[in-house]
């Protein structure tokens, strides 16, 4: 049976033992006092046997309440999931857009809202690349720091890996921190000796030299 046509079904029933119980509440009758008396308690009885009757329905509709919710927000979300990866990656192709264009400001921001609301995608990291790039082509040193450093620490198989290592030492070295810039660089040569970032770290090192 399904959880709606079994929602209908308690709540009738629930209806009609109501009813019932009015009825027997309301119910007086002229007879004789020990007569009354009598049909008083076992009046009680039936009613106090109907109200558990009652309270265990009672608690059936919540619980068959729960279910349809459950199920209707399932639904819901399953329906967002097939809809929503088209639109986050069109969110995400607008704010890498930005990016080619050299509008870092909106990339930015953009980017920072994007993180925000969908941290749980496989657009996660990225994202967060592009922010570090678009922080440091404002000059924003500190804050591609942190952005690229992330990368580095929290999604090691990131295809921006390369790439977030190879930025972390060109940004160390905008700060002044030469020394760790050139042990950034001499490690991403080491560990990645055939990749484009480890040339560019090469070149990268023979100017600071």
């Given at each position: 049976?399904?959880?709606?046509?079994?929602?209908?079904?308690?709540?009738?029933?629930?209806?009609?033992?109501?009813?019932?119980?009015?009825?027997?509440?309301?119910?007086?009758?002229?007879?004789?006092?020990?007569?009354?008396?009598?049909?008083?308690?076992?009046?009680?009885?039936?009613?106090?046997?109907?109200?558990?009757?009652?309270?265990?329905?009672?608690?059936?509709?919540?619980?068959?309440e729960?279910?349809?919710?459950?199920e209707?927000s399932?639904?819901?979300?399953?329906?967002?999931?097939?809809?929503s990866?088209?639109?986050?990656?069109?969110?995400?192709?607008?704010?890498?857009?930005?990016?080619?264009?050299?509008e870092?400001?909106?990339?930015?921001?953009?980017?920072?809202?994007?993180?925000?609301?969908?941290?749980?995608?496989?657009?996660?990291?990225?994202?967060?690349?592009?922010?570090?790039?678009?922080?440091?082509?404002?000059k924003?040193?500190n804050?591609?720091?942190?952005?690229?450093?992330?990368?580095?620490?929290?999604?090691?198989?990131?295809?921006?890996?390369v790439?977030?290592?190879?930025?972390?030492?060109?940004?160390?070295?905008?700060?002044?921190?030469?020394?760790?810039?050139i042990?950034?660089?001499?490690?991403?040569?080491?560990?990645?000796?055939?990749?484009?970032?480890?040339?560019?770290?090469?070149e990268k090192?023979?100017?600071?030299?």
């Open positions: 049976m399904e959880i709606n046509e079994m929602y209908i079904k308690y709540t009738c029933i629930l209806l009609t033992l109501m009813l019932f119980i009015s009825g027997c509440v309301t119910t007086n009758k002229p007879i004789v006092k020990e007569v009354v008396n009598n049909e008083s308690l076992s009046n009680k009885k039936e009613i106090n046997k109907l109200k558990s009757k009652l309270l265990d329905f009672e608690n059936k509709l919540l619980d068959l729960s279910l349809i919710k459950k209707q399932e639904k819901i979300i399953e329906k967002l999931d097939v809809v990866n088209e639109d986050i990656r069109f969110e995400y192709q607008k704010a890498f857009d930005l990016i080619k264009v050299g870092y400001l909106a990339a930015e921001e953009s980017l920072s809202i994007f993180i925000d609301l969908y941290s749980d995608t496989g657009f996660i990291d990225d994202a967060i690349y592009w922010l570090g790039e678009s922080f440091y082509s404002q924003k040193y804050k591609a720091l942190k952005e690229f450093q992330k990368i580095t620490k929290e999604y090691p198989n990131s295809e921006k890996l790439e977030a290592i190879l930025k972390t030492g060109f940004t160390q070295f905008e700060l002044g921190d030469i020394e760790k810039s042990k950034t660089l001499n490690q991403l040569i080491k560990s990645y000796p055939d990749s484009s970032s480890s040339r560019l770290a090469k090192l023979n100017s600071i030299k």
